[in-house]
C-alpha cells in the first residue's frame, strides 16, 4: 500500500484559510492524488483529486508540488462544517483499493 | 439511487452470533468496496468487487468474513461467530471505474455500526 504522511492534527481560525499537507515521496508516475474527508458520524467524502497540475472546485483548491512528492489541500475560508478529517491518498494504477491512513483531524475555532 | 445506502445502520449483537450487512451501491456503479474503521482508526480494506471479475478478499481478516455482490449490484458482508474485535463501522463505497486506469472516485455509505457485547 502506497503509503502518505499527514500531520495528525491542524487547526484554524473561522473564515481564515487553511494549508493541509501531504507527502507522498514514493508516488509513482501514473498514481493520482486524492484527497476525502470524513465529518463526524459519516462516511467519508471525496473532496478533490489531480494528477500533475493545480486543481480547483467549489470545495477546495489542491497545489501539487512539481516533483509530486507533496501536495496541499487549500480551503480557502475554513467554516465550522470544515471540521473533519482529512485523508490524503494514491490512488495507484493497477491497485483495487485506496488505501487511507488516520488521516489530518482539523479543528476549526470560532 | 441518489447514494450509497447501508443498512443496518446500527447492529448489537452477542458474541458468537452472525451477523449480515447490506450494501446498496450507486445504480450503474460496476465497483464496490467494504472498508471497516475501528473506533480513532483510519480505514482497513477488506474486499472489493469489479464487475463480473472474481472479488479481491485481500483484507478479510479471516475465514469468519465473507462477502457477495448479487446481480452486480447489492452487496452482503457476513460476519460468523462474531468476535468482540469484530466492533467497527463498517463501510461500503461504489465507483463507476471501469479498469484499474484512470482516477477512481469513490462514494461512500454512512456505515453500519457494529456492537458485539
Known amino acids: 500500500d502506497a503509503k502518505t504522511t499527514q500531520p495528525n492534527s491542524m487547526e484554524s481560525n473561522e473564515e481564515e484559510p487553511v494549508h493541509l499537507p501531504c507527502n507522498h515521496s514514493t508516488i509513482s508516475g501514473t498514481d493520482y492524488i486524492h484527497w476525502y474527508r470524513q465529518l463526524p458520524s459519516q462516511g467519508p467524502e471525496y473532496v478533490i483529486h489531480g494528477l500533475t497540475s493545480n486543481v480547483n472546485n467549489r470545495m477546495a483548491s489542491l497545489a501539487i508540488a512539481e516533483d509530486r512528492k507533496s501536495s496541499t489541500l487549500i480551503l480557502h475560508r475554513a467554516t465550522l462544517r470544515d471540521a473533519a478529517v482529512y485523508y490524503c491518498?494514491?490512488?495507484?494504477?493497477?491497485?483495487?483499493?485506496?488505501?487511507f491512513g488516520t488521516g489530518t483531524r482539523l479543528t476549526v475555532i470560532p | 439511487g441518489a447514494g450509497v445506502s447501508q443498512s443496518p445502520s446500527n447492529k448489537v449483537t452477542e458474541k458468537g452470533k452472525d451477523v449480515e450487512l447490506r450494501c446498496d451501491p450507486i445504480?450503474?456503479?460496476?465497483?464496490l468496496y467494504w472498508y471497516r474503521q475501528s473506533l480513532g482508526q483510519g480505514l482497513e480494506f477488506l474486499i472489493y468487487?469489479?464487475?463480473?471479475?472474481?472479488?479481491?478478499k485481500s483484507g478479510l481478516p479471516s475465514d469468519r468474513f465473507s462477502a457477495e455482490r448479487t446481480g452486480g449490484s447489492v452487496s452482503t458482508l457476513t460476519i460468523q461467530r462474531t468476535q468482540q474485535e469484530d466492533s467497527a463501522v463498517y463501510l461500503c463505497a461504489s465507483s463507476s471505474r471501469q479498469a484499474l486506469s484512470g482516477a477512481n472516485v469513490l462514494t461512500f455509505g454512512a456505515g453500519s455500526r457494529l456492537t458485539v457485547l
Open positions: 468487487f469489479q464487475g463480473n471479475s472474481a472479488p479481491d
Open positions: 445504480s450503474g456503479h460496476t465497483a
Open positions: 491518498i494514491l490512488d495507484q494504477t493497477g491497485a483495487n483499493n485506496l488505501f
